[in-house]
């Protein structure tokens, strides 16, 4: 798409809408499952032009949650829609709609069922808290993002998720909340993070990654480490972000032990990585 000259909300959202549609990720097509057995999706969009954004918390009937985030910043005077009312302001504007049967994938049914069995153990004085359970159930990987800088040096983030399996019903984490999840200025940075979304909210990571590079002077590198390596962990919780400045410099720092990230290069190659130690394996 950027090769065609389409812009970067553009080439994000396609992105997203791809990772979305792929079950292997907990976003769209392969999301989690609530504690009551549902799915609520979660997803924002930011350009970095002038700070628009969009956001879309706890739909239930959208087929690809990014796009709905995307209307959301182009057609509305809002910010954030949630619930039944962005569900049919997704499905007004012509975006497809699914059943929750869609969602559905054995894998994600496993790990809830995991999560549940493991609460149960907690409860009868085997240790653990709400919540324990779901983090061993892989519970918090999966989230998607991209980050994009166009031709005309515009930068744009967007970030889609599931959330948490066993989650609370409502619970509503980072992905869709601008400075959390997602950020995205002309000049600075765009960001999308992954991870523990609580802790996220409260250090405020992507906005924080863009603060310390503006105001503070630090590199995209300097600035995604201090928040991601350093802060976030004080908090009591890991992840990672995805970062590239305005001048197209990348980086994808996390306190998890691994995460699945890949970048463009200017040549044309598609470079992935897991682990921080590795060489890229098609480098």
């Given amino acids: 798409m950027l090769r065609r000259g389409g812009d970067s909300v553009a080439a994000v959202e396609a992105a997203v809408r791809v990772l979305e549609d792929n079950e292997l990720f907990n976003a769209g097509k392969g999301a989690v499952f609530t504690a009551d057995a549902g799915h609520e999706l979660d997803a924002s969009i930011m350009r970095g032009s002038d700070q628009a954004a969009g956001a879309v918390a706890g739909v239930r009937s ?4 990014i796009s709905a985030a995307r209307l959301v910043m182009d057609r509305t005077r809002h910010v954030l829609l949630a619930g039944d009312g962005a569900d049919d302001f997704a499905a007004r504007s012509g975006l497809p709609t ?9 894998r994600r049914w496993d790990q809830l069922m995991e999560a549940n069995a493991e609460e149960r153990d907690g409860r009868a004085g ?20 991209a980050v994009a800088l166009d031709d005309r040096r515009h930068l744009a983030a967007a970030t889609s998720t599931g959330g948490m399996t066993n989650k609370t019903p ?19 940075v765009a960001a999308s993070a992954t991870g523990h979304g609580d802790v996220f909210i409260r250090g405020a990571a992507t906005a924080t990654i863009a603060h310390l590079m503006e105001y503070g002077r630090l590199g995209v590198a300097q600035a995604a480490h201090q928040v991601l390596i350093k802060q976030l962990p004080q908090l009591r919780g890991d992840g990672g972000v995805i ?14 032990p691994g995460m699945l990230y890949g970048y463009l290069t200017r040549d044309g190659r598609i470079i992935t990585k897991i682990f921080p130690s590795e060489s890229p394996a098609n480098e």
């Avoid at 085997?126 to 993002?145: E, I, L, Q």
Wanted: glycine share 18%; charged share 20%.
């Fill in 62 to 65: 959208v087929r690809n949650p």
């Fill in 98 to 106: 699914v059943t929750q049967d869609y969602y559905w994938t054995q």
């Fill in 126 to 145: 085997r240790g653990g808290t709400t919540g324990a359970g779901a983090k061993g159930a892989d519970s918090t990987k999966g989230t998607v993002g």
């Fill in 170 to 188: 409502g619970r509503v984490g980072d992905s869709p909340l601008i400075g959390a999840g997602t950020y995205a200025k002309d000049g600075t």
């Fill in 243 to 256: 970062a590239l400045d305005a001048k197209r410099t990348f980086d994808a720092p996390h306190s998890s």
